[in-house]
């Protein structure tokens, strides 16, 4: 089966501008999560779908991060305006069942500059 | 401090020597996984280890846990060059939604 993907694999933005993060998990994984690592620090949870709906959205910084998956297949993460702060590695991850552990994207590296 | 730090923090060994790496975490869990990332590259799932497990193995991966002391542990025998990547601990409980706390990672350095 094809594994979680994720683009951009790369993104530099400047201050201020918005970008878009997409992840498509693996088919039929109603759960999606997405993480992120800033710079020297640990990778925090940022949010997690069942399906189409936010089950835990407590790990997002601010209102500046929109998490979408409409129709609860692919999802996008959202930020706008972005602040040089946000620079770091974003990954997704999908699983079916949670107690069998997740599926990690190759991730998403943002700088901001 | 965090939930799920690791010891330690680098580690460098010759290549055929093995590697091993802590992980301590604070709260109750029900599973605790550890994740390899390669360079620039994605989280890479290694093992999972439920709480009522004390030991896992997988190929030249043993991974331990200590629930009464709120520890683990990841062996790798038999390092390899390739081996050369951060390891990560991250454990799920079902009280905070089986989200993924992760420690800081420990990187690891294996010299031909």
């Known amino acids: 089966e094809a594994g979680v993907t994720q683009f951009p694999s790369h993104s530099v933005i400047e201050k201020g501008q918005t970008v878009t993060l997409r992840c498509d998990p693996i088919?039929?994984?109603?759960?999606l999560y997405w993480y992120r690592r800033v710079m020297g620090k640990e990778i925090k949870f940022l949010l997690h779908?069942?399906?189409?709906?936010?089950?835990?959205e407590s790990g997002m910084p601010n209102n500046r991060f929109l998490a979408e998956r409409t129709g609860g297949t692919y999802s996008t993460l959202k930020v706008q305006p972005a602040e040089l702060e946000d620079s770091g590695v974003y990954f997704c991850?999908?699983?079916?069942?949670?107690?069998?552990?997740?599926?990690f994207g190759s991730g998403t590296r943002l700088t901001v500059v | 401090s965090q939930q799920g730090e690791e010891d330690p923090q680098a580690l460098s060994i010759q290549e055929g020597e093995n590697a091993t790496m802590n992980c301590s975490y604070k709260?109750?869990?029900?599973?605790l996984q550890w994740y390899r990332q390669n360079s620039g590259r994605g989280l890479v799932h290694l093992i999972l280890?439920?709480?009522?497990?004390r030991e896992k193995h997988s190929g030249r991966l043993r991974v331990t846990l200590d629930t009464s002391k709120k520890s683990s542990s990841l062996l790798i025998t038999a390092s390899r060059a390739a081996d050369t990547a951060s390891y990560f601990c991250?454990?799920?409980?079902?009280?905070?939604?089986?989200?993924?706390?992760f420690g800081g990672g420990t990187r690891v350095l294996v010299k031909p």
């Open positions: 779908f069942v399906k189409e709906s936010k089950q835990d």
């Open positions: 991850a999908s699983s079916q069942v949670i107690s069998l552990g997740y599926t």
């Open positions: 280890i439920r709480s009522n497990e």
């Open positions: 088919s039929g994984h109603d759960n």
């Open positions: 991250a454990t799920s409980s079902e009280a905070a939604g089986n989200k993924l706390t």
């Open positions: 709260t109750s869990i029900n599973n």
